[in-house]
């Protein structure tokens, strides 16, 4: 007997219900394998990093991950510095749009995939604890504007040699680094809503076609957010890494002019 295209439709709804059922036919699997090693290697390089407590300093340089840098003499605080401000840019890159994407596919498989069954049949979104707490994104976003500064601070520092104005391959990657990680910023869907996305008559606002035109170039930039989201990423952790291979010797850094 031949089945009718509604009863087919509700098998595959049934089917979905199961962890992984799909009638995807493309490798759909491979995006959250990537996300998974590539967050994975971040986390356990960052956390090893933040606990180290040292190699984050050498001549001009300061590694991002300690940067503002508190008590480094430990007169109050027994524990590595990067301890300390660990909560800003964690916070930030945790409660991102698009990192929530990321990690709840990668990690949590809720749903591993678009089209792809997962495991949670009752669905509440963002609307109950924990998950409620990510709503604080748009606080994360104002406070990253305070570690911008200290980084654009310390790209300029690192220019500084002894007094004299000096280019070493470190200066590069620092300043190279905040670069990107400014672009994410201004990349992010909050700085998108706030420079315009929360109007609706632009005609209307104060200063409501200079909000629109800025409201535009921001587009541009969100509009590759997730692409801006992992070469930032990237880029912040070889940084950290390069500083420390320079710290410990075991590297040389390159003095350019």
Known sequence: ??????????????????????QRRDWWWVQPLLVFIGLGIFVVWATFRAFEGRFYEWGPYLSPFYSPLIDPEHHWWPWSPALLI????????????YYRKAYYRAYFLDPPACAVGEARHNY????????????????????????????????????????HFGIGVG???????????????????SCRHMVGGNLDCYSCAKFGGARLGLW?????????????????LTVVGLTDWY??????????DIRLF
């Open 1 to 22: 007997m031949a089945v009718s295209s509604g009863q087919a439709g509700l098998r595959n709804i049934e089917a979905a219900g199961r962890l992984g059922a799909t």
């Open 86 to 97: 660990l909560i800003g840019p964690l916070g930030f890159r945790t409660t991102c749009y």
């Open 124 to 163: 509440r979104g963002e609307t109950k604890f924990p998950l409620i707490l990510q709503n604080v994104h748009r606080y994360f976003f104002y406070l990253s504007f305070v570690f911008l500064a200290f980084l654009w601070r310390d790209a300029v520092r690192s220019f500084d040699w002894n007094g």
């Open 171 to 189: 200066s590069i990657v620092l300043l190279v680094n905040i670069i990107l990680l400014t672009t994410y910023t201004f990349s992010c869907h």
């Open 216 to 232: 535009k170039r921001v587009t541009v930039l969100n509009e590759h957010h997730m692409l801006i989201a992992w070469v930032s």
């Open 243 to 252: 500083v420390r291979m320079v710290a410990t010797g075991a590297i040389r």
